[in-house]
């Protein structure tokens, strides 16, 4: 895990936002680090409404923050 | 969903609004990526008040990105 | 609803507090379309303390854009 | 309630940690409109730990917002 | 309780993140007045996860605050 | 704890990500002194999908907080 996120700088806000996604599930991998654990609560949040937008708020400060490091690709139109 | 997000910039405030409810709502495609489990859990947040001001939170965190992107439309009126 | 917000510049920081409140609730406008939902739901936030502090997060954070939209008002007082 | 917020200046951090108190309690003002129903509500907040916690988030919000618009009080040691 | 906050500005990081924890303390004792009352509460959220969360992302907002009004300590290595 | 923090400048992304867990919990430690009872909350919140995703809220607001001060390792690619 030790280089996993070379950089912030992505191609496009599309790639940002994945990367965003990923971001928001490294913190739980390694405050759960056991995968099988981590399988076993999918269900908990992946079919649960408000636990759905509790994911989408930290994916959206995430977002914010490799936006920005991207100057908001503003000439990536 | 390759390049479903191209750029960050809109022409009105208004349609960087509709675009932070769009971000907010991938977050979550991605994380239930079955359309029939999302479909099932509308009603429970669409009818609950505390779940539609969540929504609106993230939709809120999207919009200062999406405004600060936009140099927030300084001088668009 | 197509230009509901033709610009984010208000005259003073109370409007702009104002415009603050109406971005938090367009969010759930566009996620509860029906006019009756909402006005059921009413009473399950507007009496409930948890629900209004809820609803007072969404509004700091549309503050805080609309706040830096305007450059603070720092000539404003 | 027009102008109740001429400014976001303040002549002390301490005093811009007021206006972010004041500045979380408006939108509840704002949504519950009856001062009745507020000092109803105020022991389901002011007596419960995580309340007071979403409280003290909404503040700290507002107070970051409050903050950067007095460009951080930097020489009001 | 006047100028209990006369400056954000800190010698390093770590007393800024004090700073922080002060910061969101500081919400609390003044929604809830009565210091009886609040070490009343102080169990309810001392010895429950869920809540020495919401407080920690409490002083993440406020700490992001301070380290931003010390430009982010930037030489302070 | 005295300098814990000395700095937020990290030299990638990874390790900035990983002082912004460290910053999530260091405010659970300063608000739960006692290291008995953090460890018999940790099953409480590590093995529970909501809680997770609170946890990864708050290092989502560090790690932003990190990588400004890091002015987002624009040229660390």
């Known amino acids: ?39 076993r609560l999918r269900p908990d949040y992946a079919e649960n409404a408000d636990s759905l937008i509790s994911v989408s708020a930290v994916v959206a400060t995430h977002f914010a923050t490799v936006a920005a490091a991207n100057a908001y690709w503003r000439d990536a139109r």
């Open 1 to 39: 895990m030790d280089n996993w996120l070379p950089t912030l700088i992505t191609a496009t806000p599309s790639e940002g936002y994945d990367l965003a996604v990923k971001l928001a599930r490294m913190a739980i991998k390694k405050t759960q680090g056991d995968p099988a654990v981590r399988e």
